[in-house]
């Protein structure tokens, strides 16, 4: 049974930082493409940060700079480093872990953490 849980979400002041971790099991994580997404009510969940199993990361424009995203393999997980924290980057945020050596292998995802940024 795969399992993606989230953890690091919480309350911090604008200009702070938060690191988010998702421990994955029932996966090989090595062969996993690992990313996080964020979601607010009434829209779609956007792609914040990926990370390939070669290590290459693509981030969305509106974190650039701000967020690192990065992978142990040895414990099966991935972090979100988050910096330099704005109000708008107050979403829930989820872990996603998808194995693109297999053809239509579908997305696993975590249960989501709150991240919330006063002004």
């Known amino acids: 049974q795969v399992q993606l849980v989230e953890s690091g979400g919480g309350l911090v002041q604008a200009g702070g930082s938060l690191r988010l971790s998702c421990a994955a099991s029932g996966i090989i994580f090595s062969r996993n493409t690992m990313a996080w997404y964020r979601q607010t009510p009434g829209k779609q969940r956007e792609l914040v940060a990926q990370i390939y199993t070669g290590g290459i990361t693509n981030y969305a424009d509106s974190v650039k700079g701000r967020f690192t995203i990065s992978r142990d393999n040895g414990k099966n997980t991935v972090y979100l480093q988050m910096s330099s924290l704005k109000p708008e980057d107050t979403a829930v945020y989820f872990c996603?872990?998808?194995?693109?050596?297999?053809?239509?292998?579908?997305?696993?995802w975590g249960q989501g953490t709150q991240v919330t940024v006063s002004s």
């Open positions: 996603n872990a998808r194995n693109l050596f297999v053809v239509g292998s579908r997305p696993n």
